[in-house]
Structures are given as structure tokens and as C-alpha cells.
């Protein structure tokens, strides 16, 4: 487990911007993860009217890096206008990784190694690729260096059927390969454990949509979201295609469980989107943002990730609060809003339950009493990832802009954010307004 706290207002977050998030197969599905994450980070920079020749580094969260773009931190920053001589790196956590770009912004303001950084996620889940079986590559090799047509035809008749095979790379990814289970599985088991029906499971996804859209009805997400022009029409996508604003119980009664078809719970509608999309902040050292007039949204206060069961995952946040609250000397009930990452509507609620569980946290996290009780009017008061859908790589960076933008709304002192991460991990990051 690390944790680490910065100093009083030292790490700001001035401002930031997502593309609108959209389903898989669906508007952006031909857009490059480099192009989306350039896009938030052009419009980040000319909302913040902060030049990008100022910016010391540039950092990305991706999950699945292209083949094309193995370091699409620095591919997106120069499609982006950031000058060449500004380095960029790509960090992976899984589903943390946005937040853990953050969280590495923040540790190189707090050690005075930068003080300007863009900092985000970016995922195309749309475009990741199907993945032939290792034994087709020697006959396609041999296919490819056969010189006459005799040859090209002995090679071909090497081929057989199973050859032709792909599996989804997605599939594959969300595998987790220690333990042998799809995520889908790992919800299946909490739900188990923690006893969570079907009903509260579907009953939490309608709350997610009814919630995302009513935000976007009000316009809460507006200042957050920035058009984005899909070549080669350049047809304007300007708001979230995921949520369902005549989302029922009748229609989320009607799917059938996916991950275990006999006895199971979880099923499309009270899971995660597949998702396109990317999200960026401006983060600088709070004192160059002041003598730069910068409006500041926040401050980084802490960050934790900590490591669990792959088979349990989704506790993941669990553990990361627990040892961002020790860290910081918070409790929970000095916490105004959080954003849990809502990966399986299982998963956030058997969360609720295990952070106010003696059992679970003399027997767990080694403490003496339960974490605490949160209320769940302060979480995810916009809707979570069932409704928004989770790029992977851009949802740690989504979360800690929305909870910024909404603290400042309610007039809320702090703000946790966390995430559940396959292969049994949990990051939380504390946040405080100005």
C-alpha cells in the first residue's frame, strides 16, 4: 500500500475538459485514442488560456497503447500543439490510470521537479483490436516471405481454419490472468458475499441514469464537456451518448444475467459501458497558478492506491480510503461528495457495505472499528460510470474533474475520488477547494 499527502494547497488543478463520452461502435468509433486525448488537451489549454510552452511535462493514462502510438502521451501532446521540446510519458494502472496521471502530476509539483503539467486519460475501446492466435504467425510469416507463386501457395496450404480464429483483445483484457476471472465474475462474487440482489443492483443503474441525465438536462456537465468534430464530415458530437433518460425497471428486469447465465446477478444494464473518451486537467503549483491569476478548482491533498484479491476487486476502494484517510488524519465524515467508479453496480454497493463493517475492517483493513458510513446522496451525485460508460484510461481523470466542478457547486470543503482496479488494486485521491 502508498499513500502520500502534499502540503497545504501546494498542488493545484486550475481547470480541465472530457470529450463527451460515447458508447463503443458509436459516434467516435473510428476516432483514434491520440486524437481524443489531443482534442481534450487543445481545449484544456485554451480554456485555461495557459500557453503550451509553459508546460513542463505531459502525462496520460492508457490501458491498452496502441501498436501505432506506444507512448500516445507524446503522440497526442504534439497533435495537441505542445512544442517538441515538452516531454510526455503514458502511465497504466488499469483503471486508475487517468488518476494515477494526476497523482504523478501532483508528485513532481510537490518535489520541485515541474510546476506546470497536463495531466489525463484517454481510451478508444472502440478500436481495440482483435488478436490472432499466436501458431497463425508462423504460416502467415512464411506466406509473407515466399518469393515465387509455387511457394506462396505451399505456405497458403499451411493455413487451416483455426488460424482465422481472433479472439477480442478486449475480452482478453478484462481476463484477469492470476486468478482466472472475467471482471464480470469478480462483481458476481461481492454480490454474493455481500448479499446484493438483483433488484438493488438494477435499482442503483436507474438511479445512475436518472441522475447523469438529469444532469445533462440542467446542464451541470456543460463546462466540462467539449465538442468534438468526427472526421471526416466532422460531424459535431457535443454531449455524452450513453445515458438513458427513459431508463426502467421494467426494461433493466428484462436482461439476462452475462457472466453467469445460471445463478448470476450481474447483467449489461447494472455494469459499465464500453466507452470512447478522454479527459484532461491543468495541474500547476498553487503558487505560480496565483501570480498567474489562474482560478484555481482544487487542490490535490492526497493520494492512496493499495492492493487486495484479484477475485475481489472491486473492494479496491475500500482499501485505498482507508489509507488515504489515515494518511491525511480525515475521517469519513468530513468528506463531502465522492466518486466511486461505478464498474459494477455490485461492486460500488457491496463497497458501502464493507466501509461500514466492523467485521470487515478488524478482519481486512486491520483496524479497530468500521471505516464509516457513507451516505449515498453524496455519491456520484451525477451519475457514475453505468450511465457515462468507462474509457478505462479516462475515468480516474473524469472523476476528479466532475467531483472538482461539483464541490465548488454545493460549496463543499473536500471531495474523495476513487476507483476499483482489475487485478486487485484501489486508488482514492483527496480533494479540497480553495
Known amino acids: ?10 498542488v493545484a488543478i486550475t481547470g480541465g475538459l472530457r470529450t463527451p463520452f460515447v458508447k463503443a461502435g458509436d459516434a467516435l468509433k473510428d476516432v483514434h485514442v491520440c486524437d481524443l486525448a489531443a482534442l481534450a488537451m487543445r481545449e484544456t489549454l485554451y480554456q485555461q488560456s495557459w500557453p503550451a510552452s509553459r508546460l513542463d511535462e505531459v502525462v496520460l493514462g492508457n490501458v491498452v497503447m496502441p501498436a501505432d502510438a506506444t507512448n500516445p502521451a507524446r503522440v497526442a501532446a504534439l497533435y495537441a500543439g505542445v512544442p517538441k521540446q515538452v516531454p510526455a510519458i503514458t502511465v497504466q494502472r488499469n483503471c486508475a490510470s487517468g488518476m494515477e496521471a494526476v497523482a504523478y502530476a501532483a508528485s513532481r ?22 488478436l490472432f492466435p499466436q501458431e497463425a504467425l508462423g504460416a502467415m510469416g512464411r506466406l509473407a516471405r515466399a ?16 488460424h482465422f480464429r481472433p479472439m477480442p483483445a478486449l ?21 454474493s458475499e455481500f448479499d ?4 438493488q443492483q438494477d435499482d442503483y443503474a436507474l438511479h445512475s441514469h436518472r441522475k447523469a441525465s438529469n444532469a445533462m438536462e440542467e446542464g451541470r456537465l456543460d463546462t466540462q464537456v467539449t465538442t468534438a468534430f ?10 455524452d451518448i450513453g445515458p438513458r433518460p427513459d431508463q426502467s425497471h421494467e426494461a433493466l428486469a428484462k436482461l439476462k444475467p452475462y457472466f453467469d447465465r445460471r445463478d448470476g446477478t450481474v447483467t449489461v444494464g447494472n455494469a459499465c459501458q464500453v466507452t470512447d473518451g478522454a479527459a484532461v486537467l491543468l495541474v500547476m503549483e498553487s503558487q505560480l497558478a496565483r501570480a498567474e491569476g489562474m482560478n484555481v478548482l482544487g487542490y490535490v491533498r492526497g493520494y492512496a492506491t493499495a492492493a487486495l484479491d484479484p477475485a475481489r476487486m472491486g473492494l479496491g476502494p475500500v482499501y485505498a480510503i482507508d489509507q ?8 469519513l465524515d468530513q468528506i463531502g461528495l465522492f466518486e466511486i467508479n461505478e464498474a459494477f453496480a455490485a461492486q460500488v454497493l457491496a463497497c458501502l457495505k464493507a466501509l461500514a463493517s466492523d467485521d470487515f475492517a478488524r478482519s481486512r483493513l486491520g483496524r479497530g472499528s468500521a471505516v464509516g458510513e457513507l451516505d449515498p446522496a453524496k455519491l456520484n451525485v451525477n451519475g457514475g460510470a453505468i450511465a ?17 466542478h461539483e464541490m465548488a457547486r454545493r460549496d463543499v470543503e473536500y471531495g474523495i475520488a476513487a476507483l476499483c482496479v482489475g487485478g486487485g488494486q484501489g486508488a482514492a485521491m483527496l480533494l479540497q477547494r480553495p
Open 147 to 162: 518469393k515465387s507463386l509455387m511457394r506462396k501457395v505451399l505456405a497458403a496450404a499451411k493455413l487451416r481454419p483455426r
Open 1 to 10: 500500500m502508498v499513500a502520500w499527502a502534499t502540503k497545504n494547497g501546494k
Open 109 to 130: 509539483i510537490e518535489s520541485a521537479q515541474a510546476r506546470a503539467l497536463l495531466a489525463g486519460g484517454a481510451e478508444s475501446m472502440s478500436t481495440i483490436p482483435l
Open 388 to 404: 457515462l460508460g468507462h474509457p478505462v484510461g479516462a475515468s480516474g481523470a473524469r472523476l476528479v474533474l466532475n467531483l472538482l
Open 230 to 239: 468526427v472526421p471526416p464530415k466532422y460531424v459535431p458530437v457535443p454531449r
Open 196 to 199: 446484493i440482489s438483483r433488484r
Open 324 to 331: 488515504l484517510l489515515q494518511k491525511t488524519g480525515m475521517r
Open 171 to 191: 475480452q482478453m483484457g478484462l481476463t484477469d490472468p492470476t486468478c482466472g476471472l472475467i471482471m464480470g465474475k469478480t462483481a458476481e462474487i461481492l454480490a
